[in-house]
Structures are given as structure tokens and as C-alpha cells.
């Protein structure tokens, strides 16, 4: 957000400058100041637009913009009523009401040489008001057009149908954060229900190897959901949102993402108040439950204690197989890798950082049930994942794994698993063993979703910092 009073950002233009100024917008026709606004587009911004454009995909704000209208500079000028802005925006009420700044001052003076002419700021010429100059530039949003969408914000304040009929779901991104950081999200949010945007559902690329996968353009989208939703209170399109992020993964949090790349630039591709950082964490902490019962049997069946439950024909030689199929399995599906001495071996590892977790949960499921003769008819992982494979899936429709809005707003401390497992490294606490027993396996909670206690026991399961899978046998 930038400070209220950059001159760099919003300055007053003396009157000889107002003769070059665009044709103005007239949101009000009583209006009583004027708001002269510079949108600066980037040669990137502008490259990615012209790029999207001959891809089919809507580079702009608006569905309908001519391809003309994406320059470096685009000039507006908005005929707007001072007292609506300060009532509905304190950006601008600090701004233009507050003496202590420039634009506040060249306001005041403007109306009292209207007052002594004996004229009325509604009533004169546009050219007669107070201009206030804003530079507007694409650093939040990457994205060209932004003038609609300021347009609109204005109408919104005014309590005016919007004029945008024909717009995309970035439209309503930067629309969001508009009102964000001109301070006005209240308004925009209480106007939604008049907006009616079409939220775009979530399309993932078609299956691979790793299963299904977001491409850029449907992250980008589902990213803009989680940031309109948690911006414009929309606490049940966040839940959504953030889940699918958390679910699907993000090419952001790879450890080969690109931190500079100017396609990341926009504000939902680093979420705001330390919701990017608790959706990773939530990522991980999960996958890192998902692969300590992969971790656990690979122990076992590497120990020295016999896993072959044959009785008197149990065998070593049972076991071997078991993990060289086990092994044979992972390591084709790519759950597992092999990491020798040789710094280069890491290369081979690969990145899971956009991989499916559902995907993963059944590939385990599809474990084949490996025998070394017939008589061996329940030696091998297949029969022991399963039961934790489908646990942990009970416990991912929990709603404690998406963010609930009103809980990170009352009480981000107790909310945050980052800010539990920071608390607990301060405090040097036990570490928490989460164990799989029979009981545990069999809770009639887990039958019904959204239950109080399956809530807590999920957050227990993903958030320990280690898991014994077999406790009972």
C-alpha cells in the first residue's frame, strides 16, 4: 500500500496543466473535485498482454478492450464529490482533508477562490475544480486496463451502478485491490452482491504420470479467488480456495520457482497478512504426514523385525521381497528416490511441489498385494497403507485445513499451524507423536464431515512432529 501524501503518488496539478488534460469522466455531474489519474503499464505488462492475446486468453480487465488500448501511459480524469470519498474511502480522507498535506492545502484554496468568485464547486466548469493528480502504476497487478476498474470503484463509492458489463474474473481481482489500497474495501464489499462475478471453477490440466496439475493461467485464477474472497469477505470462497491451493500445490513454492520473474509479480502471487506462508506450511505439513507412513514401513521392513506374519513358515526371505517390491512400486511411481554421496544425484530428486496430494493417497491405495508364493497371502504394504491412506483422506475434508476467515481475523495466533510449531520450538515443548491405534482408525467421527472432534484430531495428525503407524502390532 503506499503512504497517504507520496507526493509521487498523489499531487495536486496547477490550473495551466489542467488545459492538457483528458476528456473528463463525469461520475457525478455535481461533482466537486476532479481526480486526475496516470495508469502506467510496464513493457512487461504490456508484452504479456499482447502475448496472451494471440493465445486466446484475456489479457485485460474488460473482455472487450480493443487491443489499442493497451499503451504505456493511459490518462483519466474522473469528476467526483469530495465528502463521498472521504465518507467511504480514508485514503482519500487523509489525503484531501488533512492540511498537513500538499493536496489537502490545494483543495482548501481552490474552494475558497471559488467562494470568492460567488460560484458553487457543483456548478462550475470541470476545468475550475480542484485537480488532484494520482499516479496509478501496474506493480500490484500486472495487468493493463486498470482504468475500468478504477472507473468503477468511483461509481461503487457513489453508490452507482457499475458501467463494465462485460468483464473477467482479473477484473474483479483488481478491482479488490483497488479498494484495498485506496482503503475502501467495505464499500466494494457490501456492492458484491450487485456485481454478481462469475467465480471460475478450478480446472486442472489433464492427468500425468503425477496426476493432475494447475497450469500457470488456472493458478493465476485460483489465486485471484483466494485474494478477492479474503479482501471482500467472502469467508466460504476462501475456505474453497485456499483448500484447492493447499491441495494442488503452487509452481511458487517449488525450490526452482523463479523468485524475479515478473509473471509472479502480481499481489496474489505473494498473499497478503502471512496467508502464503501458512498455505505452504499446511502443504507441507501434510505431505510430510503422507510420506512418515511411507518413511515407517521402509523402516520396518528394513529392520531386523520380522514383518512376515506366517507364522512358523515366516521368513526372511519374504521380507526382502516385500521391500524390493515396495521400493520397486515407489520409486516407479516417483514417490520415492534414490540419493547417493554425489552432490549431482540431488538432481534426479523430483520437484513434488505441484503434485496432487489426493493423487498420492491413491497411488498409495493402489499398492498391489505382492506375494512370494501363495501361501504368503498378507506379508505386504498393501493390506497395512490402505487403512492410513484412507484416514488421512477422512481428515483432509476437515475444515481446519483451509484458512477460515473469521478465525484468522479474531485470533491469527491460535489459527496459524505455522505460529503453533513456532510457539512450540520457542517453548522447546515435547514433540507431539501422533500414533494410528485401532481406536483411533475406527473414530465414528470420521464419519460425518465437519465434526468438532475430527477437526481437532486432524489438526493433531498433521501438525505432529512424528507418526507411529503400527503401535499395536
Known amino acids: 500500500m503506499d503512504e497517504v501524501g507520496d507526493t509521487q503518488d498523489a499531487e495536486p496539478v496547477d490550473k495551466d496543466i489542467t488545459q492538457a488534460a483528458p476528456l473528463v469522466v463525469s461520475i457525478v455531474p455535481d461533482g466537486d473535485v476532479v481526480l486526475d489519474v496516470e495508469f502506467q503499464n510496464s513493457r512487461e505488462t504490456l508484452k504479456s498482454a499482447k502475448k496472451a492475446t494471440l493465445s486466446h486468453i484475456r489479457p485485460t480487465l474488460v473482455a472487450s478492450a480493443p487491443q489499442s488500448e493497451l499503451k504505456p501511459r493511459v490518462k483519466v480524469a474522473y469528476r467526483v464529490r469530495l465528502a463521498t470519498l472521504k465518507l467511504h474511502s480514508k485514503y482519500f480522507g487523509n489525503l484531501l482533508s488533512d492540511t498537513r498535506f500538499q493536496e489537502a492545502r490545494s483543495v482548501e484554496t481552490a474552494f475558497e477562490k471559488l467562494i470568492l468568485k460567488g460560484a458553487k464547486a457543483e456548478e462550475v466548469e470541470a476545468q475550475d475544480l480542484p485537480w488532484v493528480k494520482i499516479v496509478d502504476d501496474d506493480e500490484a497487478t500486472r495487468s493493463a486496463g486498470r482504468e475500468a476498474a478504477f472507473g468503477d470503484l468511483l461509481r461503487i463509492l457513489h453508490n452507482l451502478d457499475t458501467v463494465t458489463k462485460s468483464y473477467t474474473f482479473n477484473y474483479v481481482a483488481t478491482l479488490a485491490v483497488l479498494a484495498d489500497r485506496f482503503d475502501c474495501v467495505l464499500a466494494v464489499s457490501r456492492y458484491m452482491p450487485r456485481l454478481k462475478p462469475k467465480w471460475p471453477l478450478t480446472q486442472p490440466r489433464a492427468p500425468r504420470d503425477d496426476g493432475v496439475g494447475l497450469t500457470k493461467h488456472t493458478e493465476d485464477l485460483l489465486r485471484q479467488k483466494i485474494l478477492v474472497a479474503w479482501l471482500l469477505d467472502q469467508p466460504l470462497r476462501l475456505a474453497a480456495a485456499s483448500r484447492e491451493l493447499i491441495m494442488y500445490g503452487s509452481v511458487r513454492w517449488s525450490a526452482f520457482a523463479e523468485a524475479d520473474s515478473h509473471a509472479y509479480g502480481a499481489t496474489w502471487w505473494d498473499l497478503q497478512d502471512d496467508l502464503e506462508r501458512e498455505l505452504q506450511y499446511r502443504r ?190
Open 284 to 473: 507441507e505439513c501434510i505431505l510430510n504426514t503422507v510420506a512418515s507412513a511411507i518413511r515407517h514401513f521402509l523402516g520396518l521392513y528394513t529392520s531386523r523385525v520380522r514383518q512376515c506374519k506366517l507364522g512358523y513358515d515366516s521368513s526372511l526371505a519374504c521380507d526382502s521381497y516385500q521391500l524390493g517390491e515396495m521400493v520397486r512400486f515407489l520409486s516407479r511411481k516417483r514417490l520415492l528416490s534414490f540419493v547417493d554421496f554425489s552432490p549431482t544425484s540431488l538432481d534426479a530428486v523430483p520437484d513434488h511441489a505441484t503434485v496432487d496430494i489426493m493423487h498420492i493417497l491413491a497411488t498409495l491405495k493402489d499398492h498391489p498385494n505382492y506375494q512370494i508364493d501363495r501361501n504368503h497371502t498378507n506379508c505386504g504394504l498393501r493390506n497395512r497403507i490402505i487403512p492410513i491412506a484412507d484416514f488421512i483422506q477422512s481428515l483432509l475434508s476437515s475444515k481446519v485445513i483451509a484458512i477460515r476467515r473469521h478465525l484468522w481475523v479474531a485470533d491469527r495466533q491460535s489459527e496459524s499451524w505455522l505460529a503453533q510449531a513456532a510457539a512450540g520450538e520457542k517453548d522447546k515443548h515435547e514433540k507431539k507423536v501422533f500414533r494410528f491405534t485401532r481406536s483411533v482408525a475406527a473414530d465414528p467421527r470420521l464419519r460425518h464431515e465437519g465434526a468438532m472432534g475430527a477437526d481437532r484430531l486432524a489438526r493433531d495428525l498433521f501438525t505432529a512432529h512424528s507418526w507411529d503407524w503400527t503401535p499395536e502390532e
